[in-house]
């Protein structure tokens, strides 16, 4: 096993900080004395500013000045907010690191939003995955895990992380995801762009050279395809998922239909 965790979003779950802290260090001791390569992650942090739901003021800053180099090895973070809460959190968050002289990887290892109806649409939640991810990335993100596969038959917002409902059909956050592993898997982030509107665009280049691996198109083609992914508005980004959405059959599906069989479905995974 790679990545551990230890406990669960220690600044919500009433770990008061020096506890935790203990915890995480002997923890991150034992699991190097059996496999030196491992990688001991913090219970993921829910917040980096709200004092109103953490277990004591400041947690995440104290825990910054306070823990040894030794005593982990990645950051992790469980930020479930919105985008614009999001962004501000996680710019704090860097800014935190680089005056406290904090010089580890952090990983966004459990980080999404839900899709409760009367709260948040499922094309929101899709257009909250891209833009998060790829914030975190042009932020040096070591990685980034969506939470949660599917749906959870609990009628709270907890019941609505999935990218898939509860019968694992695809919602639109699963377009999202396939677009953002078919573009940009093996990618470079180069810059950040603005427009005259003050846009915000990220450039990105495929480890070739180009835009994108290619699947047998043009390079032009699959350059105008990315830049056109890249350059959505909001309301563009939302149109293009719902495309994307209801695209169910026909050679190079983004989405497929899952048939039932003997009471069972199952998935097959893209060639």
Known sequence: MRFWEIKNEPDLLNFPLDTYRKILAAATTAIHQVEPTARVMNGGFVTINDNSIQVEPDYVEKFLRRTGKNEYDILALHLHQP???????????????????????????????????????????????????????????IGYVWHNL????????????????????????????????NHFTGAKFIKSLRDEK????????????????????????????ITELLA?????????????????HGEGDVLERIPMENGEQRIKPHP
């Open 83 to 141: 985008f614009p809460q999001f962004r501000s959190m996680l710019i704090q968050f860097r800014r935190m690191m680089r005056d406290t002289g904090v010089e580890k990887p952090f990983f966004m290892n459990e980080t999404a939003l839900h899709s409760m109806p009367g709260i948040h649409t499922e094309f929101e939640q899709a257009e909250v995955l891209w833009k998060k991810l790829l914030f975190s990335w042009k932020e040096s993100a």
């Open 232 to 248: 959505l508005s909001d309301e563009q980004l939302q149109q293009k998922l719902s495309e994307l959405s209801e695209k169910m």
């Open 150 to 181: 599917r749906n959870s038959p609990e009628t709270s917002q907890e019941g609505h992380f999935g990218i898939m409902t509860q019968d694992l059909q695809p919602k639109p956050v699963y377009a999202a995801y396939y677009t953002l592993i």
């Open 198 to 225: 003050d846009g915000v665009f990220y450039l990105f280049r495929h480890p070739d050279g180009g835009w994108e691996s290619g699947k047998g198109e043009p390079r032009a083609a699959q350059k105008t395809k």
